[in-house]
């Protein structure tokens, strides 16, 4: 049996044995020294027989030739030595370079041997330099791999997939992941002579990025529930799932408060409550169902395996218990509640686009009906989705045209029996439609961000108008949440009044508690700017909100003016009568004015002075006048004649 010649040389043996700092992993499966000197040698040879031959025919001396032949030789052995320090310096970096790679790298020749491997193949999967040699097979290296923990699968499959692969000249791709979690790159490019190239990169934490950025993309960061993107691409797998008659329903919720909460407590305990409010709703779905975050307080479930409208209702009336359990948030006990809108598969649409946005009217149709409900899409919201398009549009042109008049509402001072002043109320006469009601397009309005430039039309003209009127008759303009918020209030205040010449305590601004509620220490200070201006503030729609009694403590009121809902019910017993006295004795208390919105009978009248109301308001006096009606009201010497109900003149009269 021949005998089998190792890869490596003797002289890489013995300089591996030299090698005490680390072993050189760099090797290069092929012996030249022998060949080397074997070369030098016949060189020398030739090179003396061609002296000796030239010395000859020339008829030279012996001595000659040898000396000729000598310097031959020596040309030879200083060119052969050079080409070897030459030879050795460039394995020295190639050794150098191999080592210092961030790739390991190993080289297998046609018959799956290895041929040359670096370093850090070694290191990065913790082998053994026993195993890992030049001659070792590939087979062998796998096997190794897979008893040290460094591969996971079956080194046969692998194998035999890798060879084949080479087989057919195909540059591979892979990555392959430890027992200890770490990714690796696999590049396998083949070689012209049936051998192939194998680089091994650590991706871990490229890969770790990736998920994360992936995460990020497709997860809420601060609930960790999906997102709008994977929302829609679930959306997608179950309208697909509909041809197979599995149907399901879309659920938008929105959390009702929820910017009150955020903004009298802090983003931290706003924060803290959207995370707990998501588990809630995520412990009330089934595995297959599915949930996601919106955006601020919104939510979207879909609950598939739906066979009809009762089973949505079971669902959500689990989540409105999960709702409505109080929350402990940053040591704040919270209440809340939510509208909920639903979109059912097929029935209400069959695209995404059309599942979403019906589910979005539905619950918008919710809230408009007083929130802390649910709605199911019905068509009529479509419609009246396009109508309030419309409205937008046709407000627009409304605002850029001055298609907006201001109509005045008499406020009756009781102890003066006179006009005290006028609240200006907005009325919008369209070309087509006639007379709109603000009810239904202030919301249009702030939804638009129109209301802004309309309050300040509304502003400039109401004063414009009272400058017209009696010097102790005030105005009363109502001051839109949005409005109030814009840091340019006050000084749209001062030019009002520049304008119109209009004395600033004649000017009385009225303001609803949705104003305080969302940023309190902001409204304070602005409701101190518009003190310092001498305008009066009156605190609209009192005891419809959520801590009106603690709004009186805490900012400058000159008024408070009690909503209509209480006026309505002042006389029945067992009625609002004992909240009214209550509101006029605080009110009394810090030398504030009441007035009673909405009288409209002569009982309510009477009871209502007789509990010690300053002010009162309402159709039993007069509807709102426009602006040629009230001067010439204003005008009259007898104001009692203002006064419709004959049995509340006569009381007038007395």
């Known amino acids: 049996m021949p005998k089998q010649i190792k890869p490596t040389s003797a002289g890489d043996r013995i300089r591996s044995k030299l090698d005490w700092g680390r072993p050189t992993l760099a090797r290069v499966s092929f012996s030249s020294a022998p060949l080397l000197w074997l070369i030098i040698g016949g060189l020398l040879l030739i090179a003396a027989l061609a002296a000796i031959i030239g010395a000859t025919e020339a008829k030279l001396p012996v001595h000659v030739a040898g000396m000729a032949s000598l310097v031959i030789a020596v040309i030879l052995l200083f060119a052969v030595h050079r080409f070897a320090r030459l030879h050795r310096s460039a394995r020295h970096q190639l050794d150098n370079a191999l080592d210092n790679m961030t790739q390991g790298l190993m080289v297998y020749d046609s018959a799956s041997r290895i041929t040359l491997f670096n370093r850090r193949y070694v290191e990065m999967y913790g082998l053994s330099l026993d195993i890992i040699r030049p001659g070792r097979l590939f087979r062998d290296v796998m096997q190794h791999r897979k008893a040290t923990g460094s591969f996971v699968g079956d080194p046969v499959t692998f194998c035999d997939t890798v060879l084949n692969n080479v087989a057919e000249n195909r540059l591979t791709h892979t990555i392959l992941t430890t027992k200890t979690g770490r990714s690796f790159q696999i590049v396998n490019q083949p070689l012209g002579d049936g051998g192939w190239v194998t680089t091994h990169e650590d991706v871990t934490e490229l890969k770790r990025s990736e998920q994360r950025v992936e995460h990020m993309a497709h997860y809420d960061a601060l609930t960790n529930l ?75 479930i879909i609950q598939t395996s739906v066979s009809d409208g009762s089973d949505v209702e079971e669902l959500i009336a689990r989540l409105y218990a999960a709702i409505r359990e109080p929350f402990q948030c940053g040591g704040h006990q919270l209440a809340c509640d939510a509208s909920m809108g639903i979109a059912m598969a097929l029935t209400d649409g069959a695209e995404i686009d059309q599942l979403i946005r019906h589910a979005d009217l539905a619950v918008y149709d ?221 009110a009394a208390a810090r030398d504030m004015v009441t007035t009673a919105e909405g009288v409209e009978t002569q009982p309510q009248l009477d009871l209502l002075h007789m509990l010690g109301c300053t002010q009162m308001q309402g159709w039993l006096f007069s509807k709102a006048l426009p602006a040629t009606d009230i001067r010439e009201l204003l005008g009259k010497d007898d104001q009692a004649s203002m006064i419709i109900d004959e049995q509340a003149a006569r009381m007038w009269a007395e």
């Open 366 to 586: 919710a809230k408009a009906a007083g929130r802390r409900t649910f709605r199911f899409f019905e068509p009529r919201m479509d419609a009246n989705a396009r109508a309030r398009r419309e409205m937008a549009q046709d407000l627009r042109e409304a605002v850029r045209t001055g298609g907006f008049e201001l109509h005045y509402q008499p406020i009756v001072d009781i102890a003066r029996h006179a006009i005290g002043g006028c609240e200006a109320l907005l009325r919008w006469p369209h070309p087509e439609k006639g007379m709109i009601s603000p009810v239904d397009f202030v919301p249009v309005a702030e939804d638009t961000g129109l209301i802004t430039e309309i309050g300040e039309w509304v502003l400039m003209t109401a004063c414009l108008e009272a400058a017209t009127w009696p010097d102790h008759i005030k105005i009363a303009v109502n001051v839109s949440p949005v409005q109030f918020r814009s840091p340019a209030l006050a000084l749209r205040v001062i030019q009002a009044l520049a304008a119109s010449g209009l004395a600033a305590s004649r000017l009385e601004l009225e303001i609803t508690e949705a104003v305080l509620i969302r940023d309190d220490e902001a409204a304070l200070a602005v409701l101190h700017q518009l003190r310092a201006i001498g305008v009066r503030i009156a605190l609209d729609d009192f005891g419809t909100g959520f801590s009106s009694l603690s709004y009186l403590q805490r900012f400058p009121f000159d008024k408070i003016k009690i909503d209509r809902s209480f006026i309505a019910d002042v006389t029945v017993p067992g009625g609002s009568s004992s909240i009214v006295q209550a509101v006029v004795t605080i």
């Open 226 to 300: 999906p997102n709008r993107a994977l929302l829609r691409a679930r959306l997608d797998q179950e309208i697909s799932r509909t041809a197979h008659g599995q149907h399901f329903a879309l659920l938008y919720i929105d959390v009702d408060e929820f910017k009150e909460i955020n903004d009298s407590l802090g983003h931290q305990v706003g924060d803290d409550f959207l995370k707990q409010l998501a588990q809630r709703l995520k412990a009330c779905l089934r595995q297959t169902d599915f949930i996601a975050r919106l955006g601020g307080d919104e939510f979207s």
